[in-house]
């Protein structure tokens, strides 16, 4: 199994800001919102894979969201806001991800992830051989219908 390492070189002040301070981007202004390419989300930080695109859905929210993780995350209690969420962070990086909800979509299991986009980092399904993500290409087929 791959190493995951935390690398914040080269990160914007924003995506610093989300997964360092726990800071969250603007809704609707994420590159990943409304984006539906086949492939991966990994942490920007690290690398280290955390959703595919088979389990994204539109929550009409502002962020990407998602209705599984493919990668085990840490989970926190955030009572930062007037009303208690849980928080989602990278297991290796400890990056700040986003939250988790339990107003998705009944058949996709109930969850929401909800996620900056500002956290992720995309790998298209047809560079994850090269890039090392082989292993988790059955996680973004299993939404194919064929």
């Known amino acids: 199994m791959a190493e995951y390492k935390k690398n914040l070189e080269g990160l914007s002040s924003e995506e610093l800001d989300v997964t360092q301070n726990a800071a969250t981007e603007r809704p609707f202004s994420g590159k990943y919102d409304d984006f539906y390419q086949k492939g991966i989300y990994v942490d920007i930080t690290s690398g280290e894979p955390l959703f595919s695109s ?8 502002g962020w990407p969201s998602f ?26 990086a400890d990056s700040h991800l986003g939250h988790v909800f339990t107003d998705g979509p009944q058949e996709l299991g109930g969850l929401r992830y909800c996620i900056n986009s ?3 980092k995309f790998v298209p399904y047809d560079e994850m051989d090269e890039k090392g993500y082989s292993d988790y290409k059955k996680y973004v087929e299993e939404g194919d219908a064929e």
């Open 118 to 120: 500002a956290a992720l």
């Open 54 to 61: 088979a389990k994204k859905y539109d929550a009409g929210c």
């Open 67 to 92: 209705s599984e993780p493919i990668a085990k995350l840490k989970e926190k209690r955030d009572t930062r806001l007037s009303r208690e969420r849980t928080e989602v962070r990278s297991e290796n």
